[in-house]
């Protein structure tokens, strides 16, 4: 999906309507009657070759107080904020109205892209509504029937130059991930060194009043982002560019992305904590090293393993922090437990960097930075060929694969096809008979041997091409019949 539209307007002018109509299905329920829809709703859209994310919003109304209708509006302002394109839709049977013009209002100052929308616009009735939506100042409006699926062909008008901007915008900010080697190449790795036009992205994770906005502050120097002693404070992800210099002073261009605190779905109630948490997976994918963020108070809860299982299962570069330090009491034997804990919950990423810092203080973040450098020289890092080979000769002498079956698996041919993450390739008989027990200890000796500790390792088991053309196929059994040349057959 390259980018995310929000469908918004007042209460019944057929915002869901469009919605079921461009997701193709009848998600959200429609109704005559105005404010049925009162939460944000997702999918995925499908607009001739277009792919894009829509939501649909609640009608906006005119309350600002704690009412529901002030929080529906306030849910709706949000989805605004967080959307790449909004689609100013109103009713051209009844006209512009003077809540339209105060929305109107606050869509020319909170979004970038406006496009504006006149629907229920068949037959000469809505003729004067749709000339009254030129005063609002936000262009010329599409004159719309959701309903009778009239007028998408100049909404794909509209939207096809600003996908491709959008795409061209994720293209740039997506890091380069699974990228192939060039065996001709060894300073591959090279090109990848953070620069001011590529810089590190890094995205802060953890569960909410973790600290988070508290440390990054601290990296910066500046109070950027807002902090407090409630819990959720921040709602979406905010990157921030920084040239975080470490103990040698050199600077390195970075991009941090501060994210909301992320809770256990079952206690994810609010709609728009749903939305923030989204936000903050996606600045997972966006980053190459992920710090998970702990709370030395209370580490290690479920939802802590998720989110570094997340991380790894992306195939970014982990670094653990722990925060709060400064007040803890006994911290030798806390940074044991804390070491005994993180080797027994997450194997996964045995190895990685488990750092321990004080967002308030500011002590650690050298030991932070340091980490981050080192997660993503591990990340970037390539293995020589002839090392490899050499290498699995030594663990297949130490402990040879099994057979299953009777089947001996042998292991011929060994190569790194990928960094960032390492990926490797094993060229072997029988690959779809290979226990993982086994392609786990070779994951393992990949860490241990080569140094690249913490960092997810892709290997691949890949069966040798066999030169033989009749391989696989079925002997031919002597024909009880044979034809001759002259027709007759003979037995």
């Keep these: 999906m390259s980018f995310t539209l929000a469908i918004v307007g007042r209460p019944n002018v057929g915002k869901s309507t469009l919605f079921n109509r461009l997701v193709g299905k009848r998600l959200a329920l429609v109704d005559d009657t105005p404010g049925v829809t009162r939460d944000l709703r997702e999918g995925a859209a499908r607009l001739a070759d277009l792919r894009f994310t829509v ?31 909004c689609l100013f839709m109103l009713d051209a049977r009844t006209g512009v109205t003077a809540n339209d013009q105060v929305f109107a209002e606050i869509l020319r100052k909170r979004s970038a892209h406006v496009i504006l929308a006149a629907n229920k616009a068949e037959g ?18 599409i004159r719309m029937s959701a309903e009778h699926n009239e007028g998408l062909n100049d909404l794909y008008t509209q939207l096809m130059p600003l996908a491709d901007q959008f795409e061209e915008r994720a293209r740039s900010d997506a890091p380069e991930t699974d990228v192939d080697l060039d065996a001709d ?7 990848f ?15 909410p009043n973790a600290g988070k ?15 407090g002693p409630e819990a959720g404070i ?17 600077p390195v261009p970075m991009r941090i992305f501060d994210t909301a605190g992320m809770r256990r779905k079952a206690k994810v109630q609010e709609k728009l904590e749903k939305l923030s948490v989204g936000d903050g997976l996606r600045a997972v994918k966006f980053a ?39 007040i803890e009491e006994d911290k030798q034997g806390k940074l044991r437990d804390l070491r005994e804990a993180f080797e027994r919950l997450l194997p996964q990423l045995r190895g990685a960097p488990l750092v321990t810092v004080s967002a308030r203080t500011g002590k650690g973040l050298d030991r932070l930075h340091g980490a981050i450098m080192r997660a993503h020289e591990v990340w970037n890092r390539r293995v020589p060929t002839a090392a490899l080979n050499r290498w699995l000769t030594g663990m297949l002498e130490q402990h040879p694969p099994p057979a299953p079956q009777g089947k001996r698996i042998k292991l011929r041919y060994m190569t790194q096809a990928k960094t960032r993450p390492p990926g490797f390739v094993v060229m072997c008989s029988h690959p779809d008979k290979m226990p993982a027990s086994y392609s786990r200890y070779l994951v393992n000796g990949l860490r241990e041997d080569f140094d690249m500790p913490g960092t997810p390792i892709r290997l691949h088991l890949r069966s040798q091409n066999d030169s033989n053309p009749y391989k696989g196929r079925k002997k031919a059994g002597p024909s009880k019949l044979r034809k001759h040349t002259d027709g007759r057959r003979k037995t």
């Design 55 to 85: 939501i649909d919003t609640a009608g906006l109304e005119d309350a600002t107080d704690d009412s529901l209708q002030g929080r529906m509006r306030r849910l709706t302002e949000r989805a605004v904020d967080m959307a790449d394109v």
């Design 288 to 326: 190459e090293v992920v710090v998970v963020l702990l709370d030395a108070a209370i580490p290690f809860e479920q939802q802590d393993l998720r989110i570094a299982d997340l991380a790894e299962r992306e195939g970014r570069a982990v670094v653990v922090a722990v925060n709060k330090w400064d």
């Design 124 to 141: 000469a009735a809505a003729d004067a509504g749709v000339l009254e939506a030129y005063g609002l100042g936000l262009g010329e409006p």
């Design 213 to 227: 906005s508290t440390l990054i502050n601290r990296i910066m120097g500046e109070d950027r982002l807002l902090t």
């Design 185 to 191: 190449d060894p300073e591959t790795d090279a090109s």
């Design 234 to 250: 921040t709602r979406d992800s905010i990157s921030l560019p920084i040239d975080w210099a470490g103990p040698d002073g050199v």
């Design 193 to 207: 060194a953070p620069t001011r036009a590529k810089p590190l992205q890094v995205a802060v994770v953890g569960r």
